[in-house]
């Protein structure tokens, strides 16, 4: 086409032929163009299918240690990041990088470094690192460029500011994982400040886009206990400390016995809850982390610790945190004050009133 727009023939020709001809020549040259791309993308896509089948193959070899296998924990993390890019599609190296999360992470041992906190911070430096090297080894043999493969290396080692937004999601995918999957297996051995430590420090590395996803996790009651105080800690609201006042055996037995009557119905404690708020007080809850089934949880939580035997510190100090943690953020996220107090105050103690009236004093001492 573009011979004949040149030719001396096509001088003589009249416009409308040549613009046929240009038209011509233009959908010729896109239609090269875009098979010429969609030959690289499906390249791209087959060798990328090759390394992800590679790595698969890699966390395959490596015992089980955790909830989850390394091949199992790699794949979450990556369905993560999907949910954290709602309508976009990752980059190979963004793909690539979760993929190899965790990539041969035990072959460097523990205890090949000093037991402490020092000892743990500079073998998991040099887990990353070797990682990192490791996963750029391994897309060079199949045939990736170098500097996508030093992209994922960087991706893989965490070299890259939390700034980098492929870096941020990776990270908050990680986090998420870790909150959404063996919690209360990884919880066992470890005491409250331990595991309220750990959750603050998780918080703090993740992005509000993150945070929002983590309080859409179903938490045990216990470990949804443990979180709010974290999230509180991390957020710096942790609130003032106040002595608990403690029910009696036989009243703890009694809210205890009229709670789980109420659960066991169809709508549960929570949603019946929510309902009975005023409009101000409905507001403070309409979040998700306030969702019916999470109130539900706390809640049967604090009985749970109620019923424990007043000198049990650990106990104490577990009830008063969750309520003032639980109070702190209110007042800081939620816009609560004393003014909504009434409100849900009244509509805990109907919850349990209007189904079990012979429980409404005990129940309404447990609530104050």
């Known amino acids: 086409h573009l011979t004949l727009l040149t030719s001396p023939r096509c001088a003589m020709e009249s416009w409308p032929e040549k613009r046929l001809l240009l038209v011509s020549a233009g959908a010729a040259a896109a239609a090269a163009g875009l098979g010429y791309w969609y030959g690289r993308r499906q390249d791209c896509k087959q060798r990328r299918l090759r390394a992800c ?95 996508l493969a030093d992209r994922v290396q960087k991706l893989v080692a965490k070299e890259l500011s939390m700034r980098d937004p492929e870096m941020q999601t990776l990270e908050d995918a990680a986090c998420l994982t870790f909150l959404s999957h063996g919690l209360d297996d990884f919880g066992q051995g470890k005491d409250d400040p331990k595991m309220i430590d750990i959750f603050a420090k998780t918080w703090k590395k993740m992005s509000r886009s993150g945070h929002c996803w983590a309080l859409e996790v179903d938490y045990s009651p216990c470990m949804l206990a443990l979180v709010v105080q974290g ?93 003032r943690s639980a109070a702190a953020l209110g007042l800081r996220f939620g816009g609560l004050t004393m003014d909504h107090v009434q409100s849900i105050k009244d509509s805990a103690v109907k919850v349990v009133a209007d189904r079990v009236p012979a429980a409404a004093r005990p129940w309404e001492a447990f609530v104050y």
């Not at 041992?109 to 402490?116: A, I, L, M």
């Not at 709670?259 to 066991?264: A, K, N, P």
């Open 53 to 147: 089948q590679l790595i698969d193959v890699i966390h395959s070899r490596q015992e089980k240690q955790t909830a989850l296998t390394e091949l199992e924990y790699c794949q979450k993390v990556g369905d993560w990041v999907h949910t954290l890019l709602p309508g976009a599609e990752p980059s190979d190296a963004l793909v690539l990088a979760s993929r190899a999360q965790h990539l041969e992470r035990y072959t460097i041992p523990r205890k090949s470094y000093p037991e402490g906190r020092d000892g743990y911070l500079k073998w998991r430096a040099a887990v990353k690192k070797r990682q990192g090297q490791r996963i750029h080894e391994v897309l060079l043999g199949c045939g990736f460029d170098t500097s």
């Open 231 to 323: 999230i509180a800690a991390a957020e710096g609201v942790d609130g003032e400390a106040r002595e608990v006042p403690w029910l009696g055996v036989t009243t703890g037995k009694t809210v205890r016995e009229a709670y789980d009557r109420v659960q066991s119905e169809s709508e549960g404690f929570g949603e019946v809850f929510l309902q009975g708020l005023e409009d101000g007080a409905r507001r403070i809850f309409d979040r998700p982390v306030c969702r019916a089934s999470n109130i539900s949880k706390v809640v049967d939580e604090l009985i749970s610790l109620q019923m424990q035997r007043p000198e049990d510190l650990a106990g104490a100090s577990r009830f008063e945190g969750v309520v």
